[in-house]
């Protein structure tokens, strides 16, 4: 006669299945919050680029030249774009730098000068990339014998003519820059290393004394380029420089950096560009003086390797102060 209650047998297997049936539960309850936990997180996210994306747009829409006479827009790239606009209602333009923190910009200058009839200087820029260049510029300003016909500087990068400067419209001995003109030497940057040359005509011979003395030519090179930093977070930036002093300047140096966005995963272009007519601008030369349209495209998700699927956001904006009747 079998006597009532369990078996040592029948109480293990009781405890087992038990413990299976809690385990389960338990999974699907931390499946469950790490799923809420993650759709939290992505509808945060949104909601930071989508109002990130309407303050760029108002923003945008506002550009306007620099307090220095600079153009509305000093940089329309895939990944950053950099614009004047008063952006904290002050009537003072301040420059704006919009860019994912892949996208690293720099600038540096130097100086040089000859004492010889007809002669040459250079300066050499090396060093500088972290990353993979996406684009260089250099601004050649001059000084010295440059007031007469067939007394000019002919500019060089690399071994290579880029241009001619001051051929009319300098001073003789001026003591101060002149004739700027601002060339691309991406091609030439792309090694990290650049030399340019500033070769004066034969005409070239009065000796001038402005900081250097006995100079018949002077040259600054103001060099800058962007470059893209592989392994960082795709984190969307805002730089913004406010003017100061009188004539009025943007100093890099007090740029103060604020987050956007922290999951921007744009694979296509954060910006384009486009022209009076609409059409798409993809020639890198003509982006600044045609540009009279925008397009913000923005790429957000908290986990790419996690549902739900990446949530787009796009926008249009026209400049209003470029704009073309």
């Given at each position: 006669m079998r006597k009532n209650g369990f078996t040592?047998?029948?109480?293990?297997?009781?405890?087992?299945?038990?413990?299976?049936?809690?385990?389960?539960i338990m999974g699907s309850i931390v499946m469950i919050y790490k799923t809420q936990g993650y759709a939290y997180q992505q509808s945060l996210a949104i909601n930071e680029a989508r109002k990130g994306v309407e303050v760029m747009t108002k923003e945008i829409r506002s550009a306007r030249p620099g307090d220095?006479?600079?153009?509305?827009?000093?940089?329309?790239?895939?990944?950053?774009?950099?614009?004047?606009?008063?952006?904290?209602?002050?009537?003072?333009?301040?420059?704006?730098?919009?860019?994912?923190?892949?996208?690293?910009?720099?600038?540096?200058?130097?100086?040089?000068f000859t004492q010889t009839t007809g002669g040459?200087?250079?300066?050499?820029?090396?060093?500088?990339?972290?990353?993979?260049?996406?684009s260089a510029q250099v601004k050649v300003s001059l000084e010295g014998d440059l007031n007469a016909s067939g007394e000019f500087a002919e500019i060089y990068a690399d071994g290579v003519k880029i241009g001619q400067q001051c051929p009319s419209g300098c001073t003789q001995c001026g003591g101060k820059w002149e004739g700027a003109q601002t060339y691309d030497v991406t091609d030439a940057a792309k090694d990290g290393s650049i030399q340019f040359?500033?070769?004066?005509?034969?005409?070239?011979?009065?000796k001038c004394n402005w900081i250097n003395s006995?100079?018949?030519?002077?040259?600054?090179?103001?060099?800058?380029?962007?470059?893209?930093?592989?392994?960082?977070?795709?984190?969307?930036?805002?730089?913004?420089?406010?003017?100061?002093?009188?004539?009025?300047?943007?100093?890099?140096?007090?740029?103060?950096?604020?987050?956007?966005?922290?999951?921007?995963?744009?694979?296509?272009?954060?910006?384009?560009?486009?022209?009076?007519?609409?059409?798409?601008i993809t020639s890198n030369s003509s982006i600044l003086k045609d540009t009279k349209m925008?397009?913000?495209?923005?790429?957000?998700?908290?986990n790419p390797e996690r549902a739900p699927e990446e949530y787009e956001l796009e926008s249009y904006v026209q400049l209003r102060n470029l704009k073309e009747e």
């Open positions: 040592i047998i029948e109480t293990l297997v009781t405890l087992f299945v038990f413990t299976l049936i809690w385990i389960a220095n006479g600079a153009y509305p827009i000093e940089k329309a790239e895939d990944k950053q774009f950099i614009f004047y606009s008063d952006v904290d209602n002050d009537g003072k333009a301040e420059r704006v730098r919009y860019y994912l923190a892949i996208m690293n910009s720099g600038n540096q200058s130097k100086d040089c040459s200087c250079n300066a050499v820029f090396s060093g500088f990339l972290s990353g993979n260049l996406k040359i500033a070769d004066g005509s034969s005409g070239v011979d009065t006995n100079h018949t030519l002077k040259a600054l090179f103001e060099f800058s380029w962007t470059e893209e930093i592989p392994n960082l977070d795709n984190q969307l930036k805002k730089g913004v420089i406010k003017p100061v002093g009188s004539p009025v300047t943007y100093p890099s140096s007090q740029e103060k950096i604020t987050m956007v966005s922290a999951y921007v995963r744009n694979s296509p272009p954060l910006f384009e560009y486009y022209d009076k007519n609409g059409a798409k925008m397009k913000l495209y923005m790429v957000v998700n908290y």
